[in-house]
């Protein structure tokens, strides 16, 4: 073999080799380091609500038994609804509170854990927390599709702290629905189309942004379709059909059970929540009404809105596809035309681009240092006060 | 032919996988527990009642003579006459004194459970929907039919406070509130609906014993 020939057959293939091995070791280390993050902030939230509890914060009469209840902070809220859910079942009350406002894939995982004798709140901060892990991951294989290895990674670390991220160590749906939103996704992508319809529907049937995943997949189709098999062009429709069918479903059901198909819309009033034309300007009213009274704590929430609408512009300029970051804005800002700024923020941990976002501002050393050390302080004060606001 | 195997062949099919997935999540659903007629009965109760402005009763004790009272709900909370010249205000499940002879507290509990105030009895049911639903008390015979008459208790320890529901009307008929000292029964009539615009109650005057007792479907102010 001659230098010539060595150097185009040889040398390429081998600097190929290297760099393969490079990036595997990079996404074995990117891996570790995601669970390291995890393993940390979940410490975190847990002694944080360990301390709440013991130090009854911040009304003495809420002392359920440390021993008897651990970690009952964290099953409290919307978690107890699910709870109802999985053990009774779905039952509307017109104009007070009442359950079908909750979507039914937690419960019904709740109701699994049960039959094989977990309690409900056990099963529901189990599948929250390590469904949190399982979307960590695939929100990171998912970013590596999109960005650098290293924004990929550091969005991921930025999710583990975010600082409204006590949710997922929480009896709710979140903990399931980031991994399943994540894959449908990166199963598109990836061609697995009857995976990301899987994913897609039970996305859906855990928290209801998961319809927005018809326009990341119908993007994702539209893109391909010339290249596609007829085979392959079918199962991409029944993804991008899935969430819609899916929701389809659990009205279909409420209807069987409750004979209202829209019981879970006019279980929302009950919480003011009502979709009108007006209902930005309503939202703008309460929150200016707010101001100085109990329900102040809105103001966190809008400013979470107004964070994520600011990261969303990020990642949309940084080259994040626009289905995915028209998707985000819909999850982060369709809530509003229903009346409320109300757990905008909580709604927004469902938006990987807004985590894509953050780590593009992150790749300043300045602006990531803030983020690692006022996400963990910012995430330990929420969780201390669970018990003042719902999230 | 291409354009029929390129767009509507995968169209269909598509379609028909994503319906098949959804009648999957459908069959999942069907896992969790269907509402029981008790709690449907719970449910329509409380719909009933938060469409009542106030209510109307007589409450009786063995070896007493009857007291008329009555609950007539207010923006400041629900106010509560007993018959006698007490007057007190519900305001949530906490009692305030108005005006009148004061009351030892397990008498102003009773007071309060007597009156039947809808929208107390409404949150009552509704806090406790799930952990002590309607339940069957006995069947009886109205007009010559057949009607259920159920139940919901408020505790399972003495003092309870007992609500009874014509089952066929969804009319709450009467309280029973019973203690280790007191044991007393509301008969209840003349609930009035909120969208009927009723006149004050001292407008309307006491109903007769006599109509009480027949007295078990709802009746608004113009049966005054």
């Known amino acids: ?391 | 032919m291409s354009v029929f195997r390129a767009l509507v062949v995968p169209l269909v099919a598509g379609t028909i996988m994503a319906a098949a997935g959804g009648a999957a999540a459908f069959g999942l659903l069907a896992t969790l527990n269907p509402p029981s007629r008790a709690d449907k009965l719970t449910a329509a109760l409380i719909g009933r009642l938060d469409g009542m402005s106030g209510s109307r009763v007589l409450v009786t004790a063995s070896g007493h003579r009857a007291l008329p009272g009555d609950c007539m709900a207010g923006q400041r909370g629900s106010q509560i006459r007993d018959g006698s010249s007490t007057r007190l205000l519900l305001v949530g499940r906490k009692v305030r004194h108005v005006s009148g002879k004061r009351q030892l507290q397990r008498v102003v509990a009773a007071a309060r459970s007597l009156a039947a105030c809808p929208r107390f009895l409404a949150n009552g049911l509704s806090a406790r929907l799930f952990a002590d639903r309607l339940t069957l008390l006995t069947t009886t015979r109205q007009s010559g039919r057949s009607v259920d008459v159920f139940a919901a208790s408020s505790y399972r320890r003495l003092p309870f406070v007992q609500l009874v529901v014509n089952g066929k009307t969804l009319v709450p008929t009467e309280i029973r509130f019973v203690s280790r000292r007191l044991v007393r029964h509301s008969q209840l009539a003349a609930l009035r609906s909120r969208t009927t615009g009723a006149a004050p109650v001292s407008s309307c005057p006491e109903p007769a014993r006599t109509t009480l007792r027949a007295a078990y479907s709802e009746r608004t102010t113009r049966d005054c």
Request: hydrophobic share 55%.
């Open chain 1, 1 to 391: 073999m001659t230098a010539e020939h060595y150097a185009t057959a040889v040398l390429p293939r081998r600097s190929t080799r290297v760099s393969d091995a490079h990036a595997v070791d990079a996404v074995r280390t990117g891996r570790r380091e995601i669970v390291l993050w995890w393993a940390a902030s979940r410490a975190l939230v847990i002694g944080c609500a360990l301390v709440v509890q013991v130090a009854r914060f911040p009304r003495r009469n809420w002392h359920p038994s440390l021993l008897a209840h651990p970690l009952a902070l964290l099953g409290t809220w919307d978690g107890q609804w699910y709870e109802r859910i999985a053990n009774e079942g779905y039952l509307f009350v017109s104009g007070r509170y009442s359950n079908p406002a909750f979507f039914p894939l937690l419960p019904l995982v709740e109701r699994f854990g049960h039959a094989v004798g977990l309690p409900y709140l056990v099963t529901g901060l189990v599948v929250a927390n390590l469904g949190f892990l399982a979307g960590l991951f695939v929100l990171y294989e998912l970013g590596r599709e999109f960005l650098p290895e290293g924004d990929a990674r550091r969005a991921c670390v930025y999710a583990a702290v975010f600082p409204f991220g006590y949710v997922f160590s929480m009896a709710y749906p979140e903990g399931l629905a980031l991994p399943l939103v994540a894959l449908a996704g990166l199963c598109a992508l990836r061609n697995r189309w009857l995976l990301a319809a899987t994913c897609a529907a039970l996305a859906t049937m855990a928290r209801p942004e998961g319809i927005f995943l018809v326009l990341p997949l119908a993007a994702i189709m539209i893109r391909r379709w010339p290249t596609m098999t007829v085979r392959m062009r079918s199962r991409a429709i029944a993804a991008v059909l899935a969430a819609p069918a899916a929701l389809a479903s659990f009205a279909a059901y409420l209807w069987w059970q409750l004979n209202d198909p829209l019981a879970w819309s006019k279980a929302e009033q009950a919480w003011g929540r009502s979709f009108s034309p007006l209902g930005v300007y309503r939202a703008g009213v309460q929150l200016v009404h707010s101001f100085g009274i109990r329900n102040g704590w809105l103001y966190r929430d809008a400013a979470a809105c107004l964070i994520y609408v600011l990261l969303l512009r990020v990642a949309y300029r940084a080259g994040i596809p626009r289905s995915w970051v028209f998707a985000g804005a819909a999850v982060v800002l369709l809530p509003l035309v229903s009346g409320s700024f109300a757990s905008d923020a909580r709604f927004g941990l469902l938006v990987p681009p807004v985590f894509w976002g953050l780590a593009v501002l992150g790749r300043h050393a300045r602006t990531n240092r803030v983020v690692l050390v006022a996400s963990p302080l910012l995430l330990a004060a929420a969780t201390l006060t669970i018990q003042f606001r719902y999230p």
